[in-house]
């Protein structure tokens, strides 16, 4: 019963995700330097030449059948399936190579952030500096061995990760502390077996002990 409620209260969060990627500034230069090559003018329905395009393109029947975009949504989002490892359909975009995590980790918070074209806050500062703790998720995702988990931290504070399996065993322990603004941590599960894990963060500091949120991961090996 305990281990129940344990993976109930685990899967049952909310990604709230904080307007900071700008489209123009770190999402173009991207594709431009590593798809335009093979996508500036929508080949293989995928058009990689401007904010419009990408959003328009849209994957055929018997593909994955869907925009390639899809906004707060970049775990089914094909696009990132396409640049992620073992992709459901084809073979892992660019050819020739792969985009850095620094990359996908910016085009997926892109996403889940609405894949707007202009960055929704007033200014910089507000960008920088959060006003509550916001989970942005883990990428790669699935992942093998190691993910980078996200998260946007309004203060300076002690925090604890602990990942669990899906019996509900603790499998792994992570505390640092957070930065204001975007923090990462990444997790690897060498030692593990594929399956699905689940994992929780917390502040541990005094009176901003709070939780910051929980997620759900994939390992395949």
């Not at 093979?38 to 030449?49: D, Q, T, V, W």
């Amino acid at each position: 019963m305990k281990k129940t409620l344990l993976l109930m209260g685990l899967i049952a969060f909310s990604v709230s995700a904080y307007a900071q990627i700008d489209y123009s500034d770190e999402i173009q230069p991207i594709l431009t330097s590593n798809c335009n090559s093979c996508h500036s003018a929508g080949e293989n329905n995928f058009n990689s030449s401007s904010y419009s395009a990408v959003i328009a393109s849209t994957s055929p029947s018997g593909n994955y059948d869907k925009k390639h975009v899809i906004p707060n949504d970049a775990d089914g989002s094909p696009l990132v399936d396409k640049i992620e490892a073992n992709p459901q359909v084809g073979s892992r975009m660019p050819l020739g190579g792969q985009l850095t995590s620094e990359q996908v980790g910016k085009i997926r918070q892109w996403i889940n952030e609405g894949a707007t074209e202009e960055v929704a806050v007033s200014n910089e500062d507000e960008a920088l500096s959060p006003k509550e703790f916001k989970l942005l998720g883990n990428y790669p995702n699935p992942f093998n061995p190691s993910t980078v988990i996200q998260f946007q931290s309004p203060i300076s504070t002690n925090y604890r990760i602990t990942v669990y399996n899906a019996n509900g065993q603790l499998v792994s322990t992570i505390d640092a502390r957070s930065s204001i603004g975007l923090n990462e941590n990444s997790i690897n599960l060498t030692n593990q077996t594929s399956g699905v894990y689940f994992y929780r963060i917390r502040s541990t500091s005094g009176i901003a002990n709070s939780l910051i949120g929980t997620g759900k991961m994939t390992l395949i090996k």
